[in-house]
């Protein structure tokens, strides 16, 4: 409590009582936070589970950066010890990129945080010497597999965590279907067979799907994230092809 007193250099008037230098003041919004307003220091990653996941998320749109939120997403929880698995539709490779992926290198380095491309050279659709049935293909492969890990995973108990060099066949926190929307968005993947997908897996699994320029609609009321992911300029336009580091 403090009393009143007379605007004096005297600070004896004053008896506010100080706090220690190891309490933060009462009045410190700081202070209620989680670590007491220090910065956070990393931590060991350890195996965990969990205690709020459960969610289907969706990035769309015509900007860049759908699968850049969903894999940052994925080492964010793959960095609390949570178990996590991308199985990535349509990209086999192009022209353009090369045959190494700093994406790949770097989910490789870090526990628990595994990947598996089920995709085919070039694009579909495109003059690029691929053969359209050979991507329907593929694709058709990647969503039974896909299938088969949301299976997997309502067998396991995801409240428990999952050794972090374990098989992600057994179960994982995290399920990234990178580009499976753009597989849909090319008629290679029946959109309600997505929606049946969704409403398949079990409640402890976060699942997260990108791609697609075109408004997945068929999400509505199924995703409880769905972020548009719009274009406002992109390099890509004025003629600037992939670059290793921020593409690849």
Do not use: C
Request: proline content about 6%; overall charge negative.
């Amino acid at each position: 409590m403090t009393t009143n007193y007379d605007d004096t250099d005297d600070a004896s008037h004053d008896e506010t009582e100080t706090p220690a230098d190891d309490e933060a003041p009462v009045d410190d919004p700081a202070a209620r936070t989680p670590g007491g307003g220090a910065a956070p220091e990393p931590q060991p990653i350890e195996p965990a589970a969990p205690e709020a996941f459960g969610l289907v998320q969706a990035f769309w749109g015509g900007g860049k950066g759908k699968t850049t939120a969903a894999m940052g997403m994925g080492f964010r929880a793959a960095g609390h010890g949570y178990r996590v698995h991308m199985l990535q539709f349509m990209k086999g490779g192009a022209d353009s990129v090369e045959g190494v992926r700093g994406e790949y290198n770097a989910i490789a380095a870090v526990p628990g945080f595994t990947y598996e491309n089920a995709g085919h050279y070039g694009w579909h659709g495109l003059l690029d010497g691929s053969a359209d049935d050979e991507h329907e293909a593929k694709v058709t492969a990647a969503f039974e597999r896909a299938e088969a890990l949301v299976a997997a995973a309502g067998e396991a108990d995801l409240t428990e965590p999952f050794p972090l060099d374990g098989d992600h066949e057994d179960g994982v926190h995290m399920l990234i279907l990178d580009e499976l929307l753009y597989a849909v968005d090319r008629g290679l993947v029946d959109p309600e067979a997505v929606v049946a997908l969704a409403e398949s897996k079990p409640d402890g699994l976060e699942l997260v799907l990108t791609g697609s320029h075109a408004a997945p609609d068929y999400l509505d009321g199924v995703a409880d994230l769905i972020t548009n992911v719009r274009k406002v300029a992109h390099p890509f336009d004025d003629g600037q092809r992939a670059r290793r580091g921020t593409e690849y």
